[in-house]
């Protein structure tokens, strides 16, 4: 016995509906598997540029960090050389009695000097001075430092003078600046790359 019409019908539309319902579920199966690929390959490529840029941003800090290291070494060299100096200033500043003798018989035979110049030098080192060249402590008999010329009669002041470590001969017609820093700070022009060749020469 056939049927009746609508439980064909009924039938049919379940067998399409469950058609159907594979279908989507394939197609839905389908574009996920899709989905998930593109992301995968959209995460690998975003993680490609990551690295790619990263490893750009590494290399240029490392280049920057030798840079730094070497101006920083270059400017430590500097400063060491510039320390030698100020120890050689700190030196001069510091001598005294024999030391301090030779230094200023040293500085005046170098130059033209008449011989009854006066030495002027800061109150603050008037002490140091008399005591280096006079054995009688008196400023108008430096026997120490005249007897080493004939044509010496030097003299000892302190009236004020802007020169604070060494000394100004001084004359009605000249004067003769000895000053320590002055005469450092010219040697060090004269000597700066010099010494720097000799203090890192092994390096």
Same mark, same amino acid.
């Given at each position: 016995m056939k049927k009746?019409?609508? $439980?064909? @019908?009924?039938? $049919?539309? $379940?067998?399409e509906a469950k058609v159907l319902n594979e279908e989507t579920k394939a197609e839905a199966k389908r574009i996920l598997e899709a989905g998930k690929s593109e992301i995968i390959r959209q995460n690998s490529e975003e993680l490609t540029r990551l690295n790619s840029r990263n490893k750009e941003?590494?290399? /240029?800090? #490392? $280049?920057r960090q030798e840079k730094g290291l070497v101006t920083f070494e270059e400017q430590v060299r500097q400063e060491l050389v510039v320390e030698v100096f100020h120890e050689v200033y700190t030196t001069l500043s510091n001598? #005294? =009695?024999k030391e301090l003798l030779a230094f200023? @018989?040293? !500085?005046? /035979?170098? %130059?033209? +000097? #008449?011989?009854d110049e006066v030495? !002027? +030098?800061?109150?603050?080192?008037?002490t140091k001075f008399l005591s280096a060249l006079s054995s009688t402590k008196d400023p108008l008999n430096l026997d120490l430092l005249n007897k080493t010329n004939t044509n010496y009669n030097f003299t000892l002041s302190k009236e004020p003078t802007h020169v604070e470590e060494g000394f100004l001969l001084s004359s009605k017609e000249f =004067? !003769?600046?000895? =000053?320590? #820093? %002055?005469?450092v700070n010219e040697y060090q022009k004269a000597n700066e790359q010099r010494i720097y060749n000799e203090l890192f020469k092994d390096e």
């Amino acid at each position: 016995m056939k049927k009746p019409i609508y $439980e064909r @019908i009924l039938n $049919e539309a $379940e067998a399409e509906a469950k058609v159907l319902n594979e279908e989507t579920k394939a197609e839905a199966k389908r574009i996920l598997e899709a989905g998930k690929s593109e992301i995968i390959r959209q995460n690998s490529e975003e993680l490609t540029r990551l690295n790619s840029r990263n490893k750009e941003r590494l290399t /240029s800090f #490392k $280049e920057r960090q030798e840079k730094g290291l070497v101006t920083f070494e270059e400017q430590v060299r500097q400063e060491l050389v510039v320390e030698v100096f100020h120890e050689v200033y700190t030196t001069l500043s510091n001598l #005294k =009695d024999k030391e301090l003798l030779a230094f200023v @018989i040293h !500085l005046i /035979s170098k %130059e033209k +000097v #008449k011989g009854d110049e006066v030495l !002027l +030098v800061s109150r603050q080192n008037f002490t140091k001075f008399l005591s280096a060249l006079s054995s009688t402590k008196d400023p108008l008999n430096l026997d120490l430092l005249n007897k080493t010329n004939t044509n010496y009669n030097f003299t000892l002041s302190k009236e004020p003078t802007h020169v604070e470590e060494g000394f100004l001969l001084s004359s009605k017609e000249f =004067d !003769l600046i000895f =000053d320590f #820093k %002055e005469i450092v700070n010219e040697y060090q022009k004269a000597n700066e790359q010099r010494i720097y060749n000799e203090l890192f020469k092994d390096e």
